[in-house]
Each structure stands twice: as C-alpha cells, then as structure tokens.
C-alpha cells in the first residue's frame, strides 16, 4: 500500500528561506521567477557556511584533516546526486558548473571521438539555447547536421513524428526533459527507447524536470542526463551531468587539467576513470556539498509532496488567469509543471514584468533562451511566472491583481 501523501506546511517551509522574510518596495515579496533560478533554504547556507567556516580545503589531494573532511563532504554529495537521479552508481555522476556545462562536455567529447561530418542529431523546437548552440557547434567545426522535432502549442510530441527524422546517421538525441517556457515534460522512456532501437544515444536536459519530480535515470534508460544545481534550491556553479557507466568510460574528456589525469609526461598523457576524467582542476567543492544538501532537503521534504503542492499551485493560477480574458497562457499541456508563460494584450512581457515586480511580484520576461520556440509560438518573447514549494496561493492572488494592474496601466 502506498503511505500516504504528506501535506506541506507551507508557512512552516516558507520560514527555512530566509530570503522570503524580505520585501520588495515594501510589499511581500511574491518570487515568480523560479525557472531562472529557486531561491535556497536554510539546510543549504548552513552547508555552504559549515564547509566554509569548519571543513574547507582542496579534495582529493589530502593528507590532512581538512582535506580528508572535505573530500568525504564533495564524495557524499555525489552518492546524494545518484541517489537523486537514482543512478546505478556515484561514479556515473560528474560534478559540473551547471546544465550548460553538462550539455557543452557531451558535445565536444561526443564531436572529439563520435559525431562526425554528415552525421545527424536530433533536437526538438523547444530547447534551451544550452541545448541548442553546442550542438550548433558541432555542426560549424565538424559539420554535422541538425534535424528539428516540431512540438505541439502546447509543447507535446508526437512521437511518429519523431521516429521519422531518424536515419542510419543519427548519432545523438538532444531532448528536454521539460521545457523551460511551456513545463510540459516529454516522455523520456519512449523517447529513449526510439533513441536506441535506432542505435542513438540520447541526452536529456533536465534543467527544470528535475526539479518538479523524480527522475529515475535507470527506468528511462537515458545516456546522459543534464542538471543544474541552482533551480535545485542549491547554490550557483554547480551542476549534474549523469552519464551511464558504459558510456563515460568510452567518452573522452572535455578539459585538461589536475585531477582528471592518470600520468603525464613529456610524451604522452593518460587519463584517469569517470567521474574524475571529467572533472579537470579543482571542482566546485562548496557548491558541490551544497547541492548535496538542497537535494536532501528536497527529498526530506517529499517530491511528492512538493510536486503535489506546485500542481495545486498551477491549477489555481490557470483557473484565474482564464477568467482574465486579456491574458493568453503558452502551455496548456494536461500534465505540466508550474512553469506559465503568457502574454498580456496590447502590452510588451517586458513592461508587464516592470508593473509587476513594483507590485512586490518577480517574474520573467525575455525569450527564455528559447529563440526557435518563440519562433514556433510566432511571439518574440513572453512574461512568465514560474512557482516552487515555498509559494502558496497568496502568491498566485498577488500574480493576478499585479496583471489586472498592469492591463489597465498597460492595455
Ligand atoms: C531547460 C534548461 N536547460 C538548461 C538551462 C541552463 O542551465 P544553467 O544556466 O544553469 O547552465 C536552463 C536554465 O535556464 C534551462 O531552463
């Protein structure tokens, strides 16, 4: 029998963040903008502090105290991370400096020893430019080619579709696991499984999937799996890459450097085992262990938990956006996460953002680093509010008086 699902205490949780107790303008601070980036709660400055104040020097190179504390701190946050992505093992778990990192190192390693000219990889509409321009690259220095996925309005796949752009030159599928713009997750096991029946690897971005539900990188049978630490609740500078044993063993590395290394000579270099050949220099070890902790919380405090408060969350702002018959919401996926764009009639995102934040509301406004998908939408950017576990439905009310503000001011 399944245990039954926590309820949150909101104003409980609210108060592990200290940034919430802050104002904006002198109103409360309505933080809408957690796409971007999530604020971070207590567990995680406390880590930061701690390593800092208590148990700080380089890893793995210790013969001493501090290293040795520090070593084990940035190894444990690594077990913590596979047990996160349910990983079959830490060593398949490569520290980065965040989701761009991650996808940057699978496409030079990929382009330095298997995509080459002619070969194809496949992304979909709705990428992030972080998942766009490496690939871009690989198509200038070596000239592969890219094949375009299109995507429903609402950011869904249609999955013939999808297995028809494969020829016997797909190398590589690079796929979010939701986009940042419409939070419509994509069915990464059916995904994969094309993927690989075609005999191509896939990479999943899951810059945002990972942050609304569990991820269970073995059950999708992905190759590698991109994160980025500070949508985590944890700090900036980090981030996940999961790549499956077999599958880094056989990949090069991406940056020379300390650590990542077996023996250099004057002749010749060899290199050292994943993780640790992909992790050249010194890593992010503070943020590294702060991650650690932004991903104990998250789990202390239940996905579940979480991503049934965010889906109350998205139902109750959907259902007061569509009484505001100026409003038009991109994204209306039947599951999707608590991500919502939308435009304001007759107004610009940008001046809708600015009324908005003076009402103590942070949102976004831009293109999302999603130009094709803009493209695909026919707008050039949107506003977009964007929730966590620590918002509650005040938030939401305050999101809807700021846009009826700001269409009279605007419209
Ligand atoms: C879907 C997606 N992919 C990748 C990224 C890039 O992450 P980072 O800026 O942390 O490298 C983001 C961040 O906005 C994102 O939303």
Redesign the pocket.
Known sequence: MNAPLKILDIARLREEFPILARDAYGKRLVYLDN??SAQKPRAVIDAMTQTLTRSYANVHRGLHLLSNEATTAFENARKTAARFLNAASPNEIVFT???????NLVAYALGASEIGEGDEIILSLM??H??IVPWHFLRERKGAKLKWLDISDDGEIDLEAYRSLFTKRTKLVAI?H???VLGAPTPAKALADIAHEHGAKILF?G??AAVHGKVDVQAIGCDFY?A????LYGP?GV?LLYGRADVLDALPPFRGGGEMIEMVTTDYVTYNDPPHRFEAGTPPIVEAIALGAALDWMERTGLDAIAAHEAALLAHALDELRKLNFVKVYGQAKVKAPIVAFGVDGAHPHDVAAILDRTGVAVRAGH??AQPLMRRLGVSSTARASFAAYNDHDDVEALIAGLVKAHEMLG
């Open positions: 796409a971007a400096s965040g989701g761009t990192d991650a996808v990428e992030h972080s998942n979010s939701m986009s940042n971005d810059c945002q991109a980025t630490g500070h949508k900036t981030g999302h680093c």
